[in-house]
Structure formats: structure tokens, C-alpha cells
């Protein structure tokens, strides 16, 4: 069977035309997908069914057994810490920040360790954005600034910004100017018309350089702002303003690196600065396909969008406080459920290695770093390949993810609601 | 050798991520990307062994000769490797330097260690 317009789950594009085919349980075949879509459809291998560590090592374990022993161990804990939920679907997340109030738990998602900054910095100043679609049909100048959407967004490109056609850009490849600031060559860069390198750590002056440049201070620039020569930096000031719409698209770039979410602030101010020309926007190039909706669903029922800690009975945010990272580190959490992530690869050591102290639980279609660092693992559908549910593209647009075959695994929703009811005794209608 | 530890994505890396105790994503993961002269200057070549050390502690990783990666800087896929150095201080953002790391990086023989092994170190059991 061939099924037309399936959503990859995998990155912040949630990409909405690919066509799979399917033989009964079995994906055979991808279309229209990039290499990372393929392998996310076509390279699923799943445990069996949930295990458990014991002392003489893993064992295999009923699903009932597995969900009560997790309620167990949550209702057991005195500060829990329920952390993932960028890859699945929203119903999911939303049955998790439930638990997370019903138990007085810290409730946090992996924009913790990706675009929280950003987050920080919209607190501060707003932000000034659109939808992909008008980027597609009007943006004649794109910046890329630290990030390489060729390696982490493969048809961004393709799809939204240099090379697709849009209705007021309709050669795109010769109308767009396409900009890209890095610390090092990518194959992005050696896409751009103009490659600004800047030295390691040089974003917030690089950014600083270009407001003063557009407000018609050029004059107070050095020769070179974290070697990028001013030269080339009037120029692109000029590029901007000369925009008929720009838009900025940042990455981990900016808010990994020193500054961090002050970065994004002076990105985002730049594009206030260029909006008093011409038509400007900046939106982050979000990286799991519905970490954008874990901040969606956590705002809409705590008013936080990560980093919620409900301790006090109340939603309580305070980022370097409540972030998983922090609390780990701090060898604070008693107890962890991890859903729809792998903190193990992705926190450091320090804090990954909290989570092999405390009893830690995974939800998650596949064995990750942190099954190895769990007490019992779950394994579960896929949302986008065997569950359909909510995500939110990277633009803030809810799309339902398809079901596209069945593998007769449960749904993380499903098992979460299961959980919710033994600690509860009833989730009501 | 002086460098600062950056980190990032890749379409190898995405494409095997969710198979993180594979042989693949071994290789993928535990690349460290240097300038090529930087290699010349360690008096190493493409698939030798490295010692990067940080405050938060040290991991051995396969040197690869980058273009594209500037002088005094390592590259390292994000994942298991390279947050076996990276510190979990946050400044009170909730995000660690991932990307600003100061390290040191000179030959090693060591060898490399797989992802299970290093998950072992921090008091992991591999399923
Ligand atoms: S760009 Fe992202 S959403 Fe689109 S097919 Fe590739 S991985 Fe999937």
C-alpha cells in the first residue's frame, strides 16, 4: 500500500509530502524523504517488550508489571523529575505535565538543552516571526546564522528558503541572497553568497557591529569585529536593508555558545533594528520534529514552557534552577522518567550520571544511552510512524502526524495515562 | 594542545542517532575533527587516536582532518563523547557550554571507548 502525504516526525520541519510504502507491519519504502527521514522510517528496531535491571542483569517484563512499578517508584519519590517529550505526540506530553502536577514533579523538555536560551531572550524582547510560508513566498534575503540546516535540517532549503520557489520569489536560486555566519566551513557555507566566519564566541559583537552599522553609526566600527573586516559587514548591512523581506534563521550557534540567550537577544533586536527599513523576521531552526509543541503544551497548561517545577502545589519556573541539567548535577531528583529522549548521550556526564543513581524509567520506542543508565525501559509506538497524534512544526504549526502502520506496541500516551491512573485512581473524562 | 571543544549535528549522526549502541554511531559520535594543520602540528594522521582533556575530565576520540574547522578548534559530533567532557555548569540558563568548552588535545594509544562503555563508567548496565 502506498500512503500519499505522510509527515516525517524526525526534525523541526515535520515535512507533510512524503509517501511511504507499506507492506503489512513493514515500511518498504521511502519518498520525497531526506536520508534522515529514511532512516528514522526504515531503520526502527524496537525491544520486544519492557526489561528491568536486576542484579544478574536485564530481564523481561509484562507491560502491567512494568507501568505499576513506575507509579511505584514516582509515587515512592519525593522531588521526581519527568524529562524528554520532544519526540512524541502532544497528547503525550500533555498526560505528563498532568503526572507532573498530580505528584509535585519537575516536569522539563529537551528545549532545555537546545533553544531554551531563545526562549529566554523571546521573554525579554518578543518575537518578531512568521510562518514558513511566507518565508517560502516573499523572503528575497535569508541569513543562517549558527546553524547548518544541510546536516540538521537536510530540506529546509529546499523546501522553505534558497532554493524553493515562492510566489513573489519565483526563480528563488537568483532572487535570494542567501547569508551565513559560522565559526567554521559547512556545507551550508559553501552554499551562501556570502560566508561571514567569525572567530569562536564573536556572535554577540559580530550582531552589536551590525545594529550600530544600520543605524548609520558605521563610523565607531574597528577594522575587524572577531575577525570579520568591516568591509564585509557594511555590505551585508547593505544587503538587509535593500531586503524587500529578510529573514534570519538562527541555531545552537547562538545560544549554545558563551552569551547564550544574550545572543539570541541581540539577534533578535537586530531584526527590530531592520525592520525600521524594510521587512524583517527571526525564528529559531528547531531541532527535535515536536519540541516546538513540548513548549506549545507546557505553556498552554502551566504558563511555562519548560523547566516547570510544581513542588509548591503551583507552577514554578526559574531556568538554572528547575532545568533538568541543574537538577541533575545537583543530585537534587530522587527519581527520573525519562520519555521521548535520550538525556544519557545528550546531558553531561555529571548530570547523566545522576540518573543511574536514582531509579530511572524510559519511555521510548528504541534502546538508547539511557536505557543502559534506567531500571526499566518501556518500549512504545513511534508518534509519525505507528501513533498518530499533535506536533507543532518549528514555525508554530500544528500538524497531525500519521499513523502509518501498526506494530502492536502501545502508545506513550497510553501507557502514561495508565500510570497517571494507578498514582491517581482515575483520570476522569 | 590548546583548543576549544565545539559540538554539533550531522546528517551521519541523525541518521544513526537512534541506534546509539551501534558500531556506527561509534565512529560517527567519537570523531574529533581538527584542522589539518593542527593535526601535522600533533605529529598525527587522519584515524589516529586523541586524548581530549577538560576540566570535567578527559575521553579518547579518532582524529579527522576538517577544512572547514578552524585552527585551535575540535569538532565533535554531539552526543555520548563529547558530553563525557563537557561540564554541566549552566550560569544559571540551564544550558551547559556545549559549544565554548576550553580543552586540551595531544596523541594517544589509547583506544576508544564504545558508548556502553562509557554509559559502564557512570554506573550504566548495557541491555
Ligand atoms: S528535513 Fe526533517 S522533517 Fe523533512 S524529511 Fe528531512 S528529517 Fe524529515
Not at chain 2, 81 to 91: K, W
Request: aromatic share 6%.
Amino acid at each position: 500500500m502506498i500512503e500519499q502525504d505522510v509527515v516525517c516526525p524526525f526534525c523541526g520541519c515535520l515535512c507533510d509530502d512524503l509517501e511511504i510504502e507499506t507492506d503489512g507491519a513493514r515500511i518498504v519504502r521511502v519518498k520525497n524523504g531526506c536520508s534522515l527521514a529514511e532512516a528514522t522510517f526504515m531503520n526502527d528496531t524496537r525491544l520486544p517488550a519492557p526489561i528491568r535491571r536486576t542484579e544478574a542483569g536485564w530481564e523481561e517484563i509484562s507491560y502491567d508489571e512494568a507501568i505499576s512499578e513506575t507509579a511505584e517508584i514516582l509515587r515512592e519519590a519525593d522531588r521526581p523529575l519527568l524529562y524528554g517529550w520532544s519526540s512524541t505526540h502532544g497528547e503525550t506530553q500533555s498526560i505528563g505535565v498532568h503526572i507532573a502536577e498530580l505528584i509535585g514533579a519537575v516536569i522539563d523538555n529537551t528545549s532545555t538543552v537546545c533553544h531554551g536560551p531563545s526562549i529566554l531572550a523571546i521573554q525579554e524582547v518578543g518575537h518578531p516571526g512568521c510562518t514558513l510560508g511566507q518565508v517560502k513566498n516573499r523572503a528575497d534575503v535569508i541569513i543562517y546564522w549558527g546553524c547548518n540546516p544541510v546536516e540538521a535540517h537536510p530540506r529546509h532549503m529546499s523546501r522553505y528558503t534558497t532554493f524553493a520557489t515562492g510566489f513573489f520569489v519565483p526563480e528563488a536560486q537568483r532572487e535570494r541572497t542567501v547569508i551565513v555566519v559560522d565559526t567554521r566551513r559547512t556545507d551550508t557555507t559553501n552554499i551562501a553568497d556570502e560566508f561571514v566566519q567569525i572567530e569562536h564566541g564573536g556572535d554577540y559583537a559580530v550582531l552589536s557591529a551590525l545594529r550600530a552599522i544600520v543605524r548609520g553609526k558605521a563610523h565607531v566600527i574597528p577594522a575587524s569585529v572577531a575577525g570579520v573586516a568591516k568591509e564585509q559587514l557594511v555590505r551585508i548591512a547593505e544587503i538587509c536593508k535593500n531586503a524587500k523581506f529578510g529573514a534570519i534563521f538562527f541555531g545552537l550557534g547562538l545560544t549554545m555558545s558563551r552569551g547564550k540567550y544574550k545572543n539570541v537577544r541581540n539577534a533578535i533586536e537586530l531584526t527590530d533594528e531592520l525592520s525600521r527599513h524594510t521587512k524583517f523576521v527571526i525564528s529559531p531552526l528547531r531541532g527535535h520534529g515536536n519540541v516546538y509543541g513540548s513548549n506549545e503544551v507546557f505553556t498552554w497548561m502551566t504558563g511555562y514552557p519548560f523547566a516547570v517545577d510544581f513542588a509548591r502545589g503551583i507552577a514554578f519556573y526559574n531556568p538554572g534552577e528547575t532545568t533538568a541539567v541543574d537538577i541533575l548535577r545537583r543530585g537534587e531528583c530522587d527519581a527520573a522518567l525519562i520519555v521521548a529522549s535520550d538525556p544519557g548521550a545528550n546531558f553531561p556526564r555529571a548530570a547523566a550520571a545522576h540518573l543511574a543513581k536514582i531509579p530511572t524509567v524510559v519511555i521510548d520506542p528504541h534502546v538508547n544511552a539511557t536505557t543502559a543508565l534506567s531500571r526499566i525501559h518501556i518500549p512504545c509506538t513511534a508518534a509519525g510512524i505507528d501513533a498518530a497524534g499533535t506536533a507543532y512544526r518549528m514555525d508554530g504549526i500544528p500538524i497531525r502526524l500519521k499513523k502509518v502502520i501498526d506494530r502492536g506496541y502501545p502508545d506513550d500516551a497510553e501507557i502514561l495515562r495508565k500510570i497517571y491512573d494507578r498514582l491517581d485512581g482515575g483520570m476522569g473524562p | 594542545m590548546r583548543c576549544i571543544l565545539n559540538t554539533g549535528r550531522s546528517v551521519p549522526q541523525g541518521t544513526a542517532v537512534e541506534h546509539k549502541l551501534s558500531d556506527v554511531y561509534r565512529s560517527i559520535a567519537s570523531a574529533c575533527f581538527l584542522n589539518p594543520v593542527d593535526l601535522m602540528i600533533l605529529g598525527i594522521e587522519d584515524g589516529d587516536r586523541v586524548r581530549v582533556t577538560t576540566p570535567a575530565g578527559y575521553v579518547i576520540l579518532t582524529a579527522r582532518p576538517a577544512e572547514g574547522v578552524a585552527r585551535n578548534e575540535c569538532f565533535v559530533t554531539i552526543g555520548p563523547y563529547a558530553n563525557h567532557i563537557i561540564s554541566s555548569e549552566t550560569q544559571g540558563t540551564g544550558m551547559p557550554d556545549f559549544k565554548s568548552q576550553d580543552a586540551d588535545v595531544e596523541p594517544t594509544e589509547e583506544a576508544v571507548k564504545s558508548v556502553g562503555e562509557l554509559m559502564e563508567a557512570i554506573g550504566g548496565v548495557r541491555p
